[in-house]
């Protein structure tokens, strides 16, 4: 007897099995066939991804080969990924001011400081150095605007920026100012000995 209703149990449960998949199994397919579809899209996304960042690569490194590497790596920007772009515009900014050409230098690396593409760790970067190459002509106190908040924000640049600060401050003639920061950059604690060394040597030299 246990046996006959045993059997019937299962009957129902395949008929039910059956409903189920008569009412909702077509949905089930289109499910399957999305999560598979997305695995295949991410993958081939993935690929993509590797294929253009090779390429990239590739057309950088021919670039900087070139006899006039600012124009070459500027004239394939537009085939170059989202980082290499980036890295590229730098290098042209590094290259005029190896050149000598400290006006483009600065327009080059200002213009990656207000970049929205450019991330703001590499922003930063840009205006610390857009300060280091800046022409002789630029004026001390527009220089030290630009690394006034670098010097308060603790991070990579934040010793350089007071460096260059400090350095700004002696050659305006502001020995005070320029105490204040080497005072400053002295007690910070995660920074290179030598930075932490030069600072103090500074600040002797100036209190003497």
């Known amino acids: ?3 006959i209703f045993d059997e019937i149990n299962e009957d129902l449960k395949r008929d039910q099995m059956q409903e189920l998949w008569l009412r909702y199994g ?27 960042a090779t390429e990239a690569a590739a057309i950088y490194h021919q670039a900087l080969k070139s006899d006039d590497t600012a124009s070459a790596l500027a004239a394939q920007l537009d085939m170059l990924s ?7 515009q730098f290098r042209i900014a590094a290259t005029q ?3 000598k050409d400290f006006d483009a230098a600065e327009a080059s690396y200002l213009a990656l400081s207000t970049d929205p593409d450019v991330k703001p760790l590499y922003q930063q970067a840009a205006i610390l150095l857009s300060v280091m190459n800046a022409p002789a002509s630029r004026k001390h106190d527009e220089l030290a605007a630009r690394l006034t908040d670098l010097e308060s924000q603790a991070g990579p640049w934040q010793s350089m920026a007071l460096e260059q600060a400090a350095g700004l401050a002696l050659r305006s003639g502001d020995r005070k100012a320029a105490m204040t920061k080497y005072e400053s950059l002295a007690g910070l604690s995660n920074i ?7 600072a103090r040597q500074m600040l002797q030299i100036l209190k003497g």
Do not use: T
């Open 1 to 3: 007897m246990a046996d």
């Open 26 to 52: 077509k949905y089930v397919i289109i499910a399957v066939s999305l999560v598979v579809i997305g695995v295949g899209a991410r993958q081939g996304y993935k690929a993509w991804q590797d294929r253009q």
């Open 82 to 88: 989202p980082g290499y772009a980036m890295l590229a």
């Open 97 to 99: 001011a190896e050149n």
């Open 192 to 198: 290179p000995a030598g930075v932490r060394q030069r």
